[in-house]
């Protein structure tokens, strides 16, 4: 993803949840990989609920904005490259089977 003049790249956007999240305290202590998958995980919930709740998509939009902001802050205390792993992952994604096998 190239940053164009009203985007940023993804990894800007990892540095940028990182550096708010260190600065609010949520690196003040140290923090379990689970707990912080499970985060992530509450912030898809969420979701779901706004869903079934029959909130509108601004509302859905905005807990799927909560995760990923959970999973670049994620990625900036990891030093995970999300960027080449997502670009990985769609090529191989292109090459697979039809739902490779998969009901759901």
Known sequence: MKK???????SR???????TARKKGWWDEERSDAEIIALMHSELSEALEAMRNHAGLE????ELADCCI???DYCGKKKINLEQALLKKMAYNKMRP?????KF
Request: include cysteine; charge should be positive.
């Open 13 to 19: 956007y990892i540095k940028e949840c990182h550096r």
């Open 98 to 102: 039809y739902r490779h096998g998969k």
């Open 59 to 62: 509302e859905v939009a905005e």
């Open 70 to 72: 959970r999973i670049f």
């Open 4 to 10: 164009t003049k009203d985007r940023w790249d993804i």
